[in-house]
């Protein structure tokens, strides 16, 4: 542990969450929107489905931790739901067993302490025709929006069982116009506006749940947040202008995460 304790925000899934800390991902735009309010943790694995996770979960997740974390955003789904291959290899999970093992993340995570709260990801949509562009190299991926959607709704009755917050990625990339061209970078991993699109429905669950503490950035502190003779002066001479205080606001405004008439 570095300095003063801050909330732990932990990413945990496969490639949609590793590539989150790339340009203008989703997990790098939240790591910034959170500076000196809360550390965002990567545990993100390309490839990996839920079976592959829960094999490791008490290494990544260990309950006897001296510090556990406050948030933990899970996404798994989109590899377990690929067809199954011929050669009995790859990612694929059968739905029955992607419930199960998603129901036992949930359980150990819950586990960690009572301060622990969860959103999970369902699995998004994909554009078909863009991934056979790109790799084209490759057989047919096994890749199609009926099995993406078949495991999403399956991520959302699970967590409506276990009152777990989620997140339909399925249906929120859709609700962008073109969103096939624009929230792809092949057809599976998400550009800059699909990464927008996840971050404001996140944010949107912070700031609705009515978890104590809450953890919407506006009702986090910022760490050594008081007035400094190092930062600028302000209109009147008197004061200095924190600027950790307007971090947030610049994101914000910068990235338009939101309408005019949004906080």
């Avoid at 550390?39 to 490791?56: F, M, T």
């Avoid at 404001?200 to 502190?221: C, G, M, Q, T, Y």
Wanted: charged share 25%; net charge negative.
């Amino acid at each position: 542990m570095v300095g003063p304790v801050r909330p732990q925000f932990v990413l945990f899934g496969s490639s949609i969450v590793q590539l989150s800390f790339g340009c203008e991902g989703w997990g790098s735009i939240l790591a910034d929107l959170y500076s000196r309010k809360a550390d965002i943790i990567l545990r993100g694995y390309s490839g990996w489905n839920s079976r592959r996770a829960l094999l490791v979960l008490d290494q990544v997740f260990p309950k006897d931790a001296a510090i556990q974390p406050s948030l933990v955003i899970v996404y798994f789904g989109g590899n377990d739901s690929l067809r199954p291959h011929p050669s009995g290899l790859g990612p694929h999970v059968p739905l029955p067993e992607y419930v199960d093992n998603m129901k036992k993340i949930a359980t150990h995570l819950k586990g960690l302490s009572e301060k622990t709260r969860l959103i999970f990801l369902t699995a998004p949509p994909v554009n078909e025709e863009q991934i056979l562009e790109f790799y084209s190299e490759f057989e047919d991926m096994g890749r199609t929006n009926e099995l993406c959607r078949e495991y999403s709704d399956a991520c959302l009755e699970l967590c409506k069982e276990m009152d777990i917050k989620a997140i339909d990625m399925f249906t929120s990339i859709q609700k962008k116009k073109n969103w096939r061209t624009t929230c792809f970078t092949d057809g599976i991993h998400f550009t800059f506006e699909a990464s927008k699109i996840i971050l404001k429905e996140i944010l949107k669950v912070l700031k609705e749940a009515d978890w104590e503490p809450s953890l919407h950035f506006r009702s986090l502190p910022a760490q050594f947040g008081e007035d400094s003779p190092y930062d600028p002066i302000s209109a009147d001479g008197k004061t200095t202008i924190n600027i950790s205080d307007n971090h947030s606001d610049v994101i914000i405004q910068r990235l338009k995460l939101y309408d005019d008439d949004e906080n």
